[in-house]
């Protein structure tokens, strides 16, 4: 991980993608990195559950990668069992199937806890066909959606999993339009301070309104360079060795 040195020089960390390898979508592009070395419980994944679909997610689960390590891979593992198996029928009910997603996630992740553990996330599957978005946010940082017209923001429809058992979440769903863009980020992006340069206010945080004014403004071609700027855009504002967290972005473009 890169440091601020004591002259004031600031390298920030090069962004790395996902693990794992991210399914090609017609008309649409997904993409997640995250920033510098991972030690914090930021877990995203993306899968094709059908002929039209896309499952992806974007989980913080509270505590240290070193600590939660048997939280992490309870969750990974049921996501893509069970968004497979709930999302596989082509006439499925994408609100039920996502609803009985996160009850299923969230009974997990206190099974592996054993006990109450917060793990906000924001899930959703995409059509491709219809260029819909079905989506739930438990207590995640706000998803944005960038359209011709305006800047969405996909805020919460329930509390983070992990806290109560038989805690759902709403799942409404979206149209994307040609050329919309969904932004998710982890709260290590927006909690990020900044460290002492010229013109900032040292201490204040990077926040989901400079998220937004970034997003606006973005000119990088894709899904992965739109995730990459922004990190580096985030990571260059903050001192990274100061940052708590994780900065991890997932984006997906619908292209056509």
Same mark, same amino acid.
């Given at each position: 991980m890169s440091v601020h040195s #004591?002259?004031? #020089?600031?390298?920030?960390?090069?962004?790395?993608?996902?693990? @794992?390898?991210f399914p090609k979508i017609v008309g649409a592009e997904i993409a997640a990195l995250t920033s510098g070395k991972r030690v914090a419980g930021d877990f995203f994944e993306s899968f094709r559950v059908g002929a039209e679909r896309v499952l992806f997610?974007?989980? #913080? %689960?509270?505590? *240290?990668? =070193? &600590?939660?390590?048997?939280?992490?891979?309870?969750?990974?593992?049921?996501f893509r069992s069970s968004g497979l198996e709930l999302f596989a029928a082509a006439d499925v009910n994408e609100s039920e199937a996502m609803t009985a997603l996160s009850l299923r996630l969230n009974r997990a992740i206190m099974e592996a806890a054993v006990g109450v553990h917060s793990c906000?996330?924001?899930?959703?599957?995409?059509? =491709? *066909?219809? !260029?819909? /978005?079905?989506?739930? @946010?438990? !207590?995640?940082?706000?998803?944005?959606?960038?359209?011709?017209?305006?800047?969405?923001?996909?805020?919460?429809?329930?509390?983070?999993?992990?806290?109560? $058992?038989?805690?759902?979440?709403?799942?409404?769903? %979206?149209g994307m339009e040609k050329g919309?863009?969904? /932004?998710?980020?982890?709260?290590? %992006?927006v909690d990020g301070t900044c460290a002492a340069k010229k013109g900032e206010t040292q201490g204040e945080e990077y926040g989901l309104e400079r998220v937004k004014q970034y997003l606006q403004s973005q000119t990088a071609p894709g899904a992965r360079m739109i995730a990459e700027s922004l990190l580096k855009a985030a $990571?260059?504002? $903050?001192?990274?060795? /100061?940052?708590? =967290? #994780?900065? &991890?972005? /997932?984006?997906?473009? *619908? $292209?056509?």
């Open positions: #004591d002259s004031g #020089d600031f390298s920030p960390p090069t962004a790395e993608s996902t693990p @794992n390898q997610g974007l989980l #913080d %689960v509270a505590g *240290r990668a =070193e &600590t939660n390590r048997a939280i992490l891979s309870a969750a990974q593992n049921l906000p996330a924001f899930i959703g599957c995409y059509h =491709e *066909r219809f !260029g819909t /978005l079905c989506y739930t @946010n438990a !207590g995640h940082t706000p998803g944005l959606l960038l359209d011709s017209t305006s800047i969405a923001e996909l805020t919460s429809t329930g509390l983070p999993l992990g806290l109560f $058992s038989h805690a759902t979440a709403e799942a409404p769903t %979206v919309a863009v969904l /932004l998710l980020v982890s709260r290590g %992006v $990571s260059e504002y $903050s001192c990274v060795a /100061l940052v708590p =967290e #994780d900065m &991890t972005a /997932l984006c997906l473009v *619908r $292209s056509a």
